[in-house]
Every structure is written in C-alpha cells, then in structure tokens.
C-alpha cells in the first residue's frame, strides 16, 4: 500500500513537471543579443519571458489580413466615357458661310461682264458679247437679252464707265433678275397633332436621296425631330443610302422589307409612324426614273393622293444638278407637269455650274430656289440668300 502510494506522488510529480514544462516553452522567446553599456566585452544578456513580451510585441498579429475576391465579384472596369453628341449647325446663314465655294464658282461670269461693261467702248458687238456670256452661263436666251437691254439703258442714262458704278449696275440688274421678293422660306410648321410633310422629287444622280439626307441633318440643327420615308423603291440601293445616311444623321427611316414595293405604301407608313412618333416634319424620298413619263406621273399623284388622307404636304422639293444646265431645266419641266412643285434644290453648284441656271429655273418654273448644295459635306446645303449669291458673282 505504501508502495502505491509513492508510486502515485512520484507519477504525480513528474506529470505536473512535464505540464509546467510545455508551458514554459510555449511561452519562450528568442533572447535579444547587445552589448552591454560600456567599454567591457560584449555580454549576452536574457530577459525575462514576460519582459520581452512587453518590449518586443509579436508584429506578425499586426500584419494586415490580405484576401482575393473570387472572379464572379470583381470590381467592374470603369465606364468609357459618354462621346459627346455633335449638333448640326443651323440653316440661317450656312451661305455666308459657305460664300468662298460659290465665289470661286462664279467670280469667271462677274468677271468676264465688268470687263465688258467697263471697256472705254460700248457698241453693238460689245453688247453682243455680252448677252452671249451670259447665254452661255446657262442664263437662257430670253432672260439674257432681258438683261442686256436693262443694262444698256441704266449705262447709258448714268453715262458712266466706272469700275465701282458699273459693278453698282450690275448688281442691281442681277438681284432683279434673281428676285428678291421671293418666299424662300420653308414651310415645315406641325398641323396640330400632325408632322410637316417634305416629298423629294428628281431624277436619280443629281443628289436627291444625300440631299434628303443633309436637310434632315440641317433641320434637326434646328431643333426639330425628322423622319424619313424610303419610297424610292425602284432602285435597289436607294433605301439602304438612306438608311446609311439615317443612321449617320440620327434620323429613323421607314422602308419596305422587299424591294419593289408599292412607294404610296411606304410613304403611307413613315406618315403614320411620324405621328405616332409625334416628329415635327417627314421627308419622303421619291423615286426618279424618267424612262416613262406616265409611270412616274402615275406614281407621284398616287403617293402625294394618299399622304393628303392623313397629313398635309407642305413642300414639295424639286433636286436639279445645276451642272446639267439646259438639260436640268428639261427635267423641271417634266416634274413640274406631275407634281405642284414649291420649290428647287440646286446641288453642285460650288462645281462648274453657272449662276444663269438659278434665274433660267426660276423663270421656267415660276417657283423660286430656296436651297443649293456647295460641296459634298453633311452640311454643305444652304438657303439661298440672292444678295449673298449676287456678290459673288460680282465681286462685292
């Protein structure tokens, strides 16, 4: 019994000694080495657990905590940035601005005349020249003896051979002709609940379906919202050009799903959808073969009967090359006899046309040129303003 029992003390003893043991090298540090103050030998010295606890902090519990995010949470890439919208410029006074083009277009005609008129004689054959230059200025025969016969009777009542007067006269004469008086306005006001209808007429290649396109652009410069119709459904490429073009300017287009389809249709549906769109103003663009006058008579008179069941057609736009000169002038009159056009749309007029094809339209149609195309930018298409157009002619 005794002998179990100093068995038991001793089992005791030596379990508590191993305890105390672990915890004492748990609790162990490395021991700081330095040197002692003073000029003896370096000493080793050891602290105790607890003072080294407190003078030299364990700085691995201070190391900040570093985590990945799985893949599905990663933070987005920030944004590009919003493009900044261009706004087209507007209508009013693009010719002033576009004045340098028309000038180097027509400054050969001023030219040509004030050399002539100023010259120290002016007798029959003179006069003659004159009249045929402006003929060949696509003027016409008739308004160019008109012309001439003004201007013989205002040089020789002012008895005057001066450059500056003689520029003074001829510009008077030219406005004259041009016609200042003229409504040149564009008549795109909203009928109560109903958008301002534009239908485009011309023959294919003088520009009418770009130049749908530019006054759409134009327009919105001005602050109205555009829808456009492709109901030029006989030629194969024009409703993807204008859809191309409706998508540079911002403009949403109506089209057929085949081609060949019925143009009244389509031009039907781009009137409803403008005003289920609630859109100031519907251009239409219109087919231009002239192969057969009675078809395209036929075709115009039907899209124009069933646009006027819904809304009203404002404008309708007649595109000539002014390049074409003469021949341009035998185009109008085709259209005219289809439609009641209100107004002519001269394109290329910053090229080799010349500023007679302006006065010869007008007098052929009675309906005055309210826009011309100078160049072949998007927003190269003007008003026309005759005292801007005369001056460059003449050189003021």
Do not use: Y
Not at 89 to 100: H, I, K, N, S
Not at 159 to 170: F, M, Q, S, Y
Request: aromatic content about 2%; proline content about 7%.
């Amino acid at each position: 019994m005794e002998l179990l029992i100093i068995i038991l003390v001793i089992v005791v003893v030596i379990g508590g000694a191993g305890t105390t043991l672990l915890v004492r090298t748990r609790r162990r540090v490395p021991p700081p080495r330095h040197r002692a103050q003073g000029s003896g030998p370096a000493t080793d010295t050891l602290q105790a657990p607890g003072a080294a606890q407190a003078q030299a902090p364990d700085t691995a519990e201070a190391e900040p905590e570093v985590r990945t995010l799985p893949p599905d949470v990663a933070a987005p890439p920030p944004a590009p940035p919003t493009p900044a919208v261009e706004k087209p410029p507007p209508l009013a006074g693009r010719l002033v601005r576009l004045r340098g083009r028309l000038a180097r277009s027509q400054s050969a005609l001023g030219g040509v005349l004030l050399s002539l008129l100023s010259s120290d004689r002016l007798d029959d054959e003179t006069w003659d020249e004159i009249e045929e230059t402006l003929i060949t200025a696509d003027m016409g025969v008739a308004p160019a003896r008109q012309v001439v016969e003004d201007l013989r009777t205002e040089v020789k009542v002012a008895g005057t051979r001066d450059p500056a007067e003689v520029r003074a006269l001829l510009r008077e004469e030219l406005l004259s002709q041009v016609g200042v008086d003229m409504d040149r306005s564009l008549h795109i006001a909203r009928h109560g609940d109903r958008p301002a209808v534009i239908l485009v007429v011309g023959v294919n290649g003088t520009g009418k379906t770009t130049t749908v396109a530019k006054l759409a652009r134009a327009l919105m410069g001005d602050g109205q919202s555009v829808l456009l119709g492709a109901a030029d459904t006989f030629r194969a490429a024009a409703a993807d050009q204008l859809q191309t073009w409706g998508d540079r300017v911002g403009a949403p287009v109506v089209r057929a799903d085949r081609e060949g389809a019925d143009p009244a249709s389509v031009a039907f549906d781009a009137v409803n959808e403008g005003i289920q769109r609630d859109v100031d103003v519907v251009i239409v663009d219109t087919a231009g073969r002239l192969h057969t006058k009675a078809g395209l008579m036929d075709e115009l008179g039907k899209i124009k009967r069933v646009i006027s069941r819904h809304a009203t057609v404002d404008e309708v736009l007649l595109v000539l090359d002014a390049t074409t000169g003469q021949n341009g002038l035998r185009q109008a009159r085709v259209f005219a006899e289809v439609v009641d056009v209100t107004g002519v749309v001269l394109t290329k007029l910053d090229g080799t046309a010349k500023g007679g094809i302006v006065i010869a339209v007008q007098r052929e149609l009675g309906v005055p040129v309210k826009l011309v195309g100078l160049g072949e930018g998007p927003d190269d298409l003007a008003p026309f303003e005759p005292e801007v157009f005369v001056d460059a002619i003449v050189g003021s």
